[in-house]
């Protein structure tokens, strides 16, 4: 079966190209947040910037994890670096919960000390964050695969965070300027953490799914068992293993027990109907073992590893 995948390839160049302009654009407006926090001696804004970032960081990672990725097979590494996305998201999924948890002990010290904060400043800089914040999702949900892409939507969902935390700091000094109520900012703050807390924990649980060769979860094993055995010539299969060896790119191994009268050039038509039936269900690399009924074997679909 042809190994290259250029439906994965392109969604992976136009998924960099995405992120290439998601970072310079987040990163100008990181170093005017970081600007506006000196000049006007708001910790507020200062903090904001220190959340976009951690947005950097992310589609920094990100964008480094896809240019590995594209990097050609080797003798050591035989899937390439495709895995290093994976690996990327993890980090992006670690690094939301690392910004959640740091936000909510912010948070609980400014209950027992309040801080003087510029709050026109705050709610000027908020805004124009927002704005920004929504500019890029948008252009990300436009031209990036952030469905399907672990890596892709480990990114969105940090710029969809800081997003949530504009809106939060905005209605805080709105509270504060209209009502005097200094622990709304406070308050935003751990509602954001916990909105980021999700978010982080969502990206790092399938991240990990994936490191743990899970199986996908776009993918239904019955109905994959039923497709091969739906061959009259296939009498039983066995030993089936179906995991992601990347986002958007699933992998399967099985045995496959047939008539022992079968010759090879039948089985390979076989194996051929049945690779090009999987792709249709989102299996784009699959090696299926061929046994006669006279090959020792366990009769159990599933591996179980001794």
């Not at 309040?114 to 929504?134: F, K, Y």
Request: charged share 15%; hydrophobic share 45%.
């Amino acid at each position: 079966m042809d190994c290259e995948h250029h439906h994965h390839h392109h969604g992976t160049t136009q998924n960099r190209r995405v992120l290439t302009v998601s970072l310079i654009i987040i990163a100008s407006y990181m170093l005017v947040e970081v600007i506006g926090g000196f000049l006007t001696g708001s910790l507020a804004l200062l903090a904001d910037a220190g959340h976009m970032l951690s947005d950097a960081v992310s589609l920094g990672l990100s964008l480094i994890a896809f240019t590995l990725s594209n990097k050609t097979v080797n003798k050591q590494k035989t899937y390439g670096y495709k895995r290093f996305e994976i690996l990327a998201a993890v980090l992006n999924g670690i690094l939301l919960l690392y910004v959640a948890g740091y936000i909510i002990i912010e948070a609980v010290e400014r209950f027992s000390r309040p801080t003087e904060i510029a709050t026109s400043g705050m709610l000027l800089i908020a805004i124009v964050g927002l704005l920004v914040n929504i500019l890029v999702a948008w252009y990300m949900m436009r031209g990036g695969d952030v469905k399907g892409n672990l890596n892709m939507r480990g990114a969105y969902l940090h710029v969809i965070s800081d997003m949530i935390g504009s809106i939060g700091a905005i209605i805080a000094a709105l509270m504060m300027m209209y009502g005097g109520w200094n622990w709304a900012d406070p308050v935003a703050s751990i509602i954001v953490a916990l909105l980021v807390l999700r978010s982080g924990y969502i990206q790092t649980k399938a991240s990990v799914h994936v490191l743990m060769e899970g199986s996908p979860t776009e993918v239904n094993i019955e109905q994959i068992s039923e497709l091969i055995l739906s061959h009259k010539e296939i009498i039983t299969i066995h030993d089936l293993h179906v995991w992601s060896i990347t986002s958007g790119y699933n992998a399967l191994t099985c045995h496959a027990v047939v008539d022992a009268d079968m010759s090879i050039a039948e089985a390979e038509n076989l194996l051929h109907t049945i690779e090009k039936e999987l792709i249709g269900i989102d299996i784009h690399h699959t090696t299926i073992q061929i046994e006669t009924p006279q090959h020792k074997h366990h009769e159990d679909l599933l591996c179980h590893l001794s």
